[in-house]
């Protein structure tokens, strides 16, 4: 029989209600949505940051439930159906730095994602600013940005579906490279690459 040592910590999920805020650090990295959060609506991530940090634009590495895994950009492959549908589940926008959108309404279609960060013409990037991420009912969860350093490109959150409910969590995690690698560096390793950011589909 296995003993649970007292002293140790059990961590309590995070939740965030409707019109509150959540900020996440490295010594509370998780927040947990409500079956509610993770099914109605859409969930945004977007980065808030100036111009001072660079071409910041936003990309994800996906897995959805079938097993199939590869990357969602703004400057390439911006829009994901699974097969058979026409309803997106992930897109990708073009605003100034770029956004990604989960579609709620197919979430059970999603098993993992990574929200990563990288600069458009390869030029250094200031790390700073905030990844914020917008759910239904007004909730906000806020990552700042500004203890990440070095690095070609940033890995900055992970959202695992856990029985029908999103856990997000920060990663913020620099790497030198390029999307392949840090796609690889977090477990999609069954994604083939045509180059350092585009992948074979």
Same mark, same amino acid.
């Not at 003993?3 to 059990?10: A, L």
């Not at 477990?187 to 994604?191: E, F, S, T």
């Given at each position: 029989?296995t003993?649970?040592? &007292?002293?140790?910590?059990?961590r309590? !999920?995070v939740?965030v209600r409707?019109?509150? $805020?959540?900020i ?10 409500? $079956?509610?959060?993770? +099914?109605?609506?859409? /969930?945004?991530?977007?980065? +808030?940051?100036?111009? *001072?940090?660079?071409? /910041? ?11 199939l895994?590869s990357?969602?950009t =703004?400057?390439g492959? %911006?829009r /994901?159906? &699974?097969?058979?549908s026409?309803? =997106?589940?992930?897109?990708?926008? %073009?605003?100034e730095?770029?956004t990604?959108?989960? !579609? /709620? $309404?197919?979430?059970?279609? #999603?098993?993992?994602?990574?929200v990563?960060?990288?600069? +458009?013409?390869?030029? =250094? ?8 991420? *917008?759910t239904?009912?007004?909730? $906000?969860i @806020?990552l &700042?940005? *500004?203890s990440?350093?070095?690095?070609d490109?940033a890995? #900055?959150?992970? #959202?695992?579906n856990?029985?029908? *409910?999103f856990? #997000?969590?920060? @990663?913020?995690?620099?790497l030198n490279g390029d999307?392949r @690698?840090a796609c690889?560096?977090y ?5 083939t690459?045509?180059d350092?950011?585009?992948p074979?589909?």
């Open positions: 029989m003993r649970v040592d &007292p002293r140790r910590r059990v309590d !999920d939740r409707a019109g509150q $805020r959540v996440l650090t490295v010594s509370d990295p998780t927040v947990t949505l409500t $079956r509610m959060q993770s +099914a109605i609506g859409t /969930l945004r991530f977007e980065a +808030a940051v100036s111009r *001072e940090v660079g071409d /910041l634009q936003l990309g994800c590495a996906y897995q959805l439930g079938s097993g895994s990357v969602l =703004p400057d492959d %911006h /994901l159906a &699974p097969p058979g026409r309803r =997106p589940v992930l897109l990708s926008g %073009h605003d730095f770029g990604v959108d989960v !579609d /709620l $309404r197919q979430s059970r279609d #999603l098993r993992r994602l990574a990563y960060a990288y600069s +458009a013409s390869r030029a =250094p990037l200031r790390w700073g600013g905030t990844l914020l991420v *917008e239904f009912g007004g909730a $906000r @806020e &700042p940005l *500004e990440l350093q070095g690095g490109v890995v #900055l959150m992970s #959202l695992y856990v029985r029908g *409910e856990v #997000l969590r920060a @990663e913020m995690q620099t999307v @690698e690889r560096a477990g999609y390793d069954r994604i690459w045509l350092s950011r585009t074979v589909d």
